[in-house]
């Protein structure tokens, strides 16, 4: 398939979250990923969309800025925000590490976006704001640990 790529700017609402991970995944299609990968695919963008609503604006209006691309099969997305920013990035990465647990936050956002996708970027700058930058390359068959993914993948959107 040809080289392909979107653009798309957002209300950083809660309606706009399954509204941006449909996009991407139509967008997906033309490349013929697996259920599989389009599941994973949506779970992760489900997750930077989610903390760019939850924690960038804490509550205030604000945009989302979501970059979509496919070469080859890869696929690269970034999800930008223009909000507080994350202090510690390494910290925010941490599988359980939370700033928000009074609301029922795991913390676990970034480390499914890590094991999701094949590759993970935080840039991040206090009161400029985030990007996550994500890639995953299809058809590749990769030995990675399978804890019950599609149901943890569901359980995480519904949840
Ligand atoms: N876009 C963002 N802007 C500002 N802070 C962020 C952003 N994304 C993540 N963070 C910070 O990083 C922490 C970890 O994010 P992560 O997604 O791993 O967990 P969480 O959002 O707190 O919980 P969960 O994703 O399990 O609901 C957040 O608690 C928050 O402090
Ligand atoms: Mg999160």
Redo the contacts with the bound molecule.
């Keep these: 398939m040809k080289d392909n790529e979107f653009v798309l700017t957002l209300k950083a609402l809660g309606e706009n979250e399954s509204f941006a991970r449909t996009v991407v995944a139509a967008f997906c299609l033309e490349a013929k990923p697996t259920l599989e990968e389009l599941s994973d695919i949506k779970t992760a963008v489900s997750?930077?969309v989610?903390?760019?609503i939850?924690?960038?604006y804490d509550g205030a209006d604000g945009k989302i800025k979501i970059k979509c691309k496919i070469s080859k099969n890869k696929l690269t997305i970034e999800?930008s925000?223009f909000?507080?920013?994350?202090?510690d990035v390494e910290?925010?990465?941490?599988?359980f590490?939370?700033?928000?647990?009074e609301?029922?936050?795991?913390?676990?956002?970034?480390?499914?976006?890590e094991s999701f996708m094949d590759s993970l970027e935080?840039t991040?700058k206090l009161g400029v704001?985030?990007k996550?930058k994500m890639t995953k390359t299809f058809g590749v068959v990769e030995p990675k640990e399978n804890f019950e993914r599609e149901e943890y993948a569901i359980a995480?959107r519904n949840g």
Excluded: C, L, Q, W
């Excluded at 909000?83 to 202090?87: D, H, N």
């Excluded at 590490?97 to 647990?101: G, I, L």
């Design positions: 997750e930077a989610t903390n760019a939850v924690h960038a999800v925000d909000g507080k920013g994350i202090e910290k925010a990465k941490e599988p590490y939370t700033t928000r647990p609301e029922e936050r795991s913390g676990m956002g970034f480390t499914v976006m935080i991040s704001g985030t996550v995480r």
